[in-house]
């Protein structure tokens, strides 16, 4: 199996640490009083999630699975933001590494030609006068047979898309560097430069969508980018609607 090993993981101005197993390293870092940047890595969690609270799959050493936590000077109210900046930081290390055609679903799902690479979740906690801001990664590394047809959707894996393969080592470092970058300049900056990028990569710009809202509703439209805060925009019969929370069910990417 391709081993973790921290002093491979160089990611500048983090404590890399890694797990061989453990329920979710989101979890761990979120239970921590972090003064620096932290970057948890683990062959296997027990129980992984995505967004909503749904199950991360990923067999022990297949997957890229790993949290960054850092303490941001911004208070909670002003992280609406984050998730799409974590996104766009993925995008850039996986395009770096020679996935080229990468790109992201609203808001945070990595997917190459509509097949699921892999997601990202964003938690945060208050943290005196800031907050602590926690983003978990989880990447296909390696294919898993039958994986596909469990979750009823296209999968894909790097393994898929990069000859020769890097280790998974190499993956966490890289994403690593890029999403620590991008934390920071968030939290010096705030969302603005990242939102031009953001739907420079965005799988679906354009392109007709349907949004399942927190309520079950569904938006259909076209894809229209995003709002000042992160929020996805819908171009439906009726005019333009903002999406704060929902749940892309069906898009067609060219």
Known sequence: MDRLDAAAIRVPGAAVRVLGRCASTNTLLLAQDVAHAVLLAADEQS??????????????????????????????????????????????????????????????????????????????????AGSTAVVGVGVNHRSVDGLAARLRRGVTALDQLLRPLPARNAVIAAVGRELIAAMRAFDAGGFAPFRGEW????????????????????????????????????????????????????ARSA
């Open 47 to 128: 129980a992984g999630r995505g967004r909503r609270g749904r199950r991360w799959h990923s067999p022990a050493g297949s997957g890229v699975l790993f949290s960054l936590a850092l303490p941001m000077r911004r208070h909670l109210r002003e992280l609406g933001g984050l998730s799409i900046v974590a996104g766009v930081a993925a995008v850039r290390a996986l395009r770096k590494l020679g996935a080229a055609e990468a790109a992201l679903k609203w808001p945070n799902d990595l997917l190459v030609r509509g097949a699921k690479l892999g997601g990202i979740l964003v938690e945060t906690r208050a943290c005196g």
């Open 199 to 250: 739907e420079d990569v965005h799988a679906f710009a354009g392109k007709p969508l349907r949004v399942r809202l927190a309520d079950g509703r569904v938006v259909a439209g076209v894809a229209a980018g995003l709002a000042a805060d992160g929020a996805l925009q819908v171009r439906t019969r009726s005019g333009l609607r903002t999406v704060r929370n929902g749940r892309v069910l069906l």
